[in-house]
């Protein structure tokens, strides 16, 4: 058996493989170009917010238990770099898209997590350069605060009227 001869073999072979003689193979069909601007949907978006919130209050949390090996600044110290880290990783992948398809309580919403994630840092930071009970007290309330505000603007009982202000409050804090 010549070369291209064993080629074709092969070939012959693994389409046969590929698509029993049974099966019918449709040709492709030309993709359309999805017409959303790349934000999920509401629920998803306000699943993800939650989500965010509730980890970071679980990390909180941990500073209170008595069984954990964490001192009390390093547990709140983790539970701003989780909640920065959480909250950045959702706005950087809301960035670049059209914030207007957003509901306005996730547009306020991510208001308070720009200035949360900022305050955060800058406790975080001041807390390793002076590391004592002062600073990690501030952090402490930082990220309290954070979780706090973030959750009454995500809450379904809030007064849409009440957001503008909750988010102006925080961000003049």
């Given at each position: 058996m010549?070369?291209?001869?064993?080629?074709?073999?092969i070939?012959?072979?693994?389409?046969?493989?590929?698509?029993?003689?049974?099966?019918?193979?449709l040709p492709p069909q030309p993709r359309s170009t999805p017409s959303f601007s790349g934000i999920p949907p509401a629920s998803v978006l306000e699943a993800l917010f939650a989500q965010v919130i509730c980890n970071a209050q679980a990390a909180i949390d941990v500073a209170h238990e008595e069984t954990s090996?964490?001192?009390?600044?390093?547990?709140?110290?983790?539970?701003?770099v989780i909640?920065?880290?959480?909250?950045?990783?959702?706005?950087?992948?809301?960035?670049?898209?059209?914030?207007?398809?957003l509901k306005p309580k996730h547009r306020w919403l991510v208001r308070v997590w720009k200035c949360g994630t900022k305050r955060m840092t800058k406790a975080v930071q001041a807390y390793e350069a002076?590391?004592?009970?002062?600073?990690a007290a501030?952090?402490?309330?930082?990220?309290?605060?954070?979780?706090?505000?973030?959750?009454?603007v995500l809450h379904?009982?809030?007064k849409a009227k009440d957001r503008p202000q909750i988010v102006q409050a925080y961000e003049a804090r």
């Open positions: 010549s070369k291209r001869a064993r080629q074709q073999h070939a012959n072979a693994t389409l046969s493989l590929a698509h029993p003689p049974d099966a019918e193979v090996k964490l001192t009390t600044p390093e547990a709140v110290k983790i539970a701003c909640a920065t880290c959480e909250a950045n990783e959702i706005l950087r992948n809301l960035k670049g898209l059209d914030m207007s398809r002076e590391p004592w009970d002062r600073t501030d952090m402490g309330m930082v990220v309290v605060d954070f979780v706090q505000t973030s959750h009454h379904d009982a809030t």
